[in-house]
C-alpha cells in the first residue's frame, strides 16, 4: 500500500508569483486535507476535498484554491505569493470525510522571498 | 470555537525516564483528542486518539494518554523514552459530528538526551 505523496519536496518561488502544489492519496482514500504549518507552529487547516468537491475551508483566503481528481490525487494552487505563505505545507488523506484518521504526507517546504 | 494549549515549547528528559507532555483544550461539548508526533523531514504520524468510552488510552510506540474532562486536558506519557523518541509532538482537537476540522496546538519539541 502507497502512502501520501508530495510534490515538489521544496521550492522557492518570489512574492506575486503562483505556485502549485501537488499530493496523492493513500490507496482506497476519497478525502483529502491540506494544512499550512508555518515555522515553529501546528498546522493550521486550509481546506478539505471529498469526493472531489470542497468540503471544509479554513481561515485563508480566496487566493488559495485547490482541486481533487477523480482518482483522489490533489492540488492546492496559491496565487498572488506573500512573504508570510512561507510554509510547510502538508497533504493529509483519511478513507471518509470525518477524518478520523488522516495519514499525512511528508509535505512541500516553500519559501517566497 | 475549539483551542488547544500546548504549555511546554520544550522538554528535555534523559534516555529510560518517564515523559508526560501536556495538552489543555477548550471546547464547549466532549471532543475527539489527537496526538500526534513529527519528525524531522516527515509529516504528522497519528499516536493515538480519543472519540469516547474509555478515558485512559493506549497508542502506538508504547504511548497512552489520559482525557481528564473535569481538567480539559489530555496529557500524552510514556514509562520509558528512548532516543529515537526526539520529535515534535501535537495534540489536536475535534468537534464531533459531521466533517471533522481539526485545531493543532502549537506542538512540544522532546529532546532526549543518553
Known amino acids: 500500500e502507497t502512502g501520501v505523496t508530495q510534490s515538489p519536496t521544496h521550492l522557492i518561488k518570489t512574492r506575486g508569483q503562483q505556485v502549485t502544489l501537488r499530493c496523492s492519496s493513500q490507496s482506497g482514500h476519497n478525502t483529502v486535507s491540506w494544512y499550512q504549518q508555518a515555522l515553529g507552529q501546528g498546522p493550521q487547516f486550509i481546506f478539505q476535498y471529498y469526493r472531489e468537491e470542497e468540503n471544509g475551508r479554513g481561515n485563508f483566503p480566496p487566493r488559495f484554491s485547490g482541486l481533487q481528481f477523480p482518482n483522489y490525487s490533489s492540488e492546492l494552487n496559491v496565487n498572488a505569493l506573500e512573504l508570510d505563505d512561507s510554509a510547510l505545507y502538508l497533504c493529509?488523506?483519511?478513507?471518509?470525510?470525518?477524518?478520523?484518521?488522516?495519514?499525512f504526507g511528508p509535505g512541500t517546504r516553500l519559501t517566497v522571498t | 470555537a475549539q483551542s488547544v494549549t500546548q504549555p511546554d515549547i520544550h522538554i528535555t528528559v534523559s534516555e529510560g525516564a518517564s515523559l508526560e507532555l501536556r495538552c489543555n483544550y477548550s471546547y464547549g461539548a466532549t471532543p475527539y483528542l489527537f496526538w500526534y508526533v513529527q519528525s524531522p523531514g516527515q509529516g504528522l504520524q497519528l499516536l493515538l486518539k480519543?472519540?469516547?468510552?474509555?478515558?485512559l488510552v493506549q497508542g502506538i510506540k508504547g504511548f497512552e494518554a489520559e482525557f481528564k474532562r473535569s481538567q480539559s486536558s489530555f496529557n500524552l506519557r510514556k514509562p520509558s523514552v528512548h532516543w529515537s523518541d526526539a520529535a515534535e509532538y501535537f495534540c489536536a482537537v475535534g468537534a464531533q459530528g459531521g466533517s471533522y476540522i481539526p485545531t493543532f496546538g502549537r506542538g512540544t519539541s522532546l529532546i532526549v538526551h543518553p
Open positions: 493529509a488523506s483519511s478513507r471518509d470525510s470525518t477524518g478520523h484518521e488522516q495519514y
Open positions: 480519543y472519540f469516547s468510552g474509555d478515558t
